[in-house]
């Protein structure tokens, strides 16, 4: 019984002392707390910022990383002094930055989207007046055509592999849009002379491989124009005055020859592996287009296009299905991409204006040949029996006026069935469309900041990478180099936009 104050106070120390320690644990909790918050919390919107610095350079880009860099300078006003904070206190601070660098590291990675950067750039073009015809992709180069010269430029690298400059004071007024065995086409003459000696050029190398002359019609200065020359299979197909004269490809050896019909001129001609398509003007009559076989030029097909009153505009979308591009002179007449089955029976008619959509079968506006004379950018591409082509509505870019303009935008590409003209599927796009490429089963699309991959058959995008460096505000020549890189030629290369780049 004795005991009994005794142990009762010894119990009553006991709980005051763990009260004490309770308290001063506590404490020692709430100063913790703080350094591994601050640490975590200071260091994940730190190395966030930093992420969306220096992700741009390492093919990272899209509006995120915009929303990523003002939640990390947000989330730094309040948390900047927890961050140092913990950095005084390494034993428990270390670890907790440690573990912010890595939530903030992995929310940038979830959240950025996948971005292009220049991997190289060609040198603006002098003299400033300068602007380039057309270009080739071959290999691995890409060959950029201008008047006075040919560049080639390696497409991973950028360097130049060879030039090529016209003899004497030729400038290069026609090429093949297509290539074949490694070689290029390109007719070249005297100012003011006619587009009269046509050289194959060797692609590899930038030597000449022969040159042969054609009975060419007259030109005005040192003008280019399209679709006089054209690859078809093993042959080079070149447009006269009358008619087309084919000589083999690898030499320059003389093949046949083909004539207009009485009372009609030469006006066109396209190449394909296995066809050539003429279009012949006839006066009044309706033009003539034909198709013919590429070893012996004998005709397979005979078609009377649907234009009264003469052409503003034509162009062979496609040789095989075959496709036309027609634009009458008439505001009533065709304006279309038609169509034509092998016995020459028109399939399809798709209409370039219509109640929903403006068709810009030629990149760069309604009319043809506003860019790249020589060889002009197709807008409209045709991949298995479909054309994919950009749809244009008046209201697709809109400008704010005052005195901090605004632009908003938005595109699309539209695919037509070639058996029926019925529209197949629509995909959307950020911007109106700069550059057109076919790879495959799919169609690459470049706008001002992105390229866009839609699969041709249903329209669904599979891959939209953010342009992180120079932007293409006028059509571009868009090619693929490699894996995951892209090359761009630009017509105008003396300003805004280097006149070649590589993408990667």
């Known amino acids: 019984m004795a005991e009994g104050p005794v142990d009762s106070a010894a119990g009553a120390g006991r709980a005051r002392r763990s009260v004490r320690l309770a308290r001063g644990g506590f404490a020692m909790d709430k100063e913790a707390w703080m350094v591994v918050s601050g640490g975590v919390l200071g260091a994940m919107f730190a190395s966030m910022g930093l992420a969306v610095l220096i992700g741009p350079s390492q093919g990272y880009g899209g509006e995120s990383l915009d929303f990523m860099g003002i939640v990390s300078i947000l989330g730094l006003m309040p948390c900047g002094a927890g961050l140092l904070w913990a950095l005084l206190h390494p034993r428990r601070g270390f670890p907790a930055v440690a573990v912010g660098i890595l939530f903030g590291l992995a929310a940038f990675v979830s959240f950025a989207g996948t971005g292009l950067n220049d991997a190289w750039e060609a040198p603006l073009d002098r003299p400033s007046s300068i602007r380039a015809v057309g270009s080739w992709t071959s290999g691995d180069v890409v060959v950029r055509v201008r008047p006075d010269q040919v560049v080639a430029y390696r497409g991973t690298t950028g360097q130049v592999a060879w030039r ?54 007259g030109r005005v200065g040192d003008t280019a124009a399209p679709d006089l020359l054209a690859v078809a299979g093993d042959e080079a197909v070149l447009q006269e005055r009358t008619g087309w004269r084919a000589v083999h490809l690898a030499d320059g050896r003389a093949s046949w020859r083909g004539d207009a019909d009485a009372g009609c001129s030469p006006l066109q001609v396209a190449g394909g592996a296995a066809e050539v398509v003429t279009v012949a003007q006839c006066g009044d009559a309706a033009p003539v287009l034909r198709s013919l076989a590429p070893a012996d030029g004998r005709e397979r097909t005979r078609v009377a296009l649907p234009v009264t009153g003469g052409l503003k505009d034509v162009a062979v979308v496609s040789t095989e299905p075959l496709a036309v591009w027609v634009d009458a002179q008439g505001e009533r007449g065709t304006h279309a991409v038609l169509s034509f089955d092998g016995a020459g029976r028109q399939r399809a008619s798709i209409p370039v204006a219509g109640d929903e ?13 506003d860019a790249f004379a020589a ?45 029926d003209g019925g529209k197949r599927w629509t995909s959307g796009l950020d911007d109106q469309v700069t550059g057109l490429l076919v790879d495959g089963a799919s169609v690459w699309a470049l706008t001002r900041d992105k390229l866009t991959r839609v699969d041709a058959a249903t329209g669904r995008k599979s891959s939209e990478l953010d342009v992180n460096d120079s932007k293409s505000v006028h059509p571009v020549d868009l090619s693929v180099s490699g894996p995951g890189r892209f090359t761009v030629v630009a017509e105008d290369g003396t300003r805004d936009e280097p006149p070649a780049r590589g993408m990667g």
């Not at 090429?175 to 065995?181: A, E, I, P, W």
């Not at 005297?190 to 040159?211: S, Y």
């Open 375 to 419: 060889r002009p950018l197709f807008g409209g591409v045709v991949v298995g029996d479909q054309l994919i082509v950009p749809g244009e509505k008046p209201d697709d870019v809109r400008i704010s006026g005052g005195k901090n303009p605004s632009r908003i935008a938005t595109g699309r590409l539209v695919a037509y069935s070639l058996a």
């Open 357 to 369: 959509y403006d068709l810009d079968v030629m990149l760069g506006g309604a009319h043809a040949y």
């Open 164 to 217: 090529w400059t016209p003899p004497g004071e030729d400038s290069v007024c026609a090429m093949s849009r297509g290539t074949g065995h490694g070689l290029g086409l390109l007719g070249h003459s005297p100012h003011d002379r006619p587009c009269a000696a046509v050289t194959a050029l060797n692609l590899a190398d930038g030597k000449a491989a022969w040159t042969a002359a054609a009975d060419a019609p």
